[in-house]
């Protein structure tokens, strides 16, 4: 069985922002899409040293502010260059109105 980190209430992040959180020197971005889909990722992107969390969120894709890469949140999956290398996903359950994520 997994064990699973609360990150806070549900509202820590409001439809259609991105949040930056950082648990034990490692960064994540939590995103909530328009549609209120919670996804969390790796918060630095894998292309070069920039934070994901300053970014534009627009429904389930960040793009990155140092050289606009952009990635699909809910897979990790880059869906514009120069970002080639997918991020790492995590994933964010509500459960009573906290939400809960398994990291690895
Ligand atoms: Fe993110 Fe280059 S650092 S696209």
């Known amino acids: 069985l997994e064990s699973r980190t609360d990150l806070g209430p549900a509202d820590i992040v409001m439809p259609g922002q991105v949040t930056r959180i950082d648990i034990e020197d490692h960064t994540y971005a939590l ?3 328009r549609r209120n889909a919670y996804a ?3 918060g630095i992107c894998t292309h070069g040293s920039a934070d994901l969390s300053t970014g ?3 429904d389930c894709i960040i793009e990155c502010p140092k050289h606009n890469g952009r990635f699909n949140v809910l897979t990790g999956e880059p869906v514009r260059r120069p970002a080639k290398i997918p ?3 995590y994933p964010v359950e509500v459960v009573d109105g906290r939400l809960l994520v398994a990291l690895r």
Do not use: K, V
Request: aromatic share 8%.
């Open 40 to 42: 969390l990722t790796d």
């Open 31 to 33: 995103y909530r899409t």
């Open 87 to 89: 991020l790492a996903t």
């Open 56 to 58: 534009h969120l627009d």
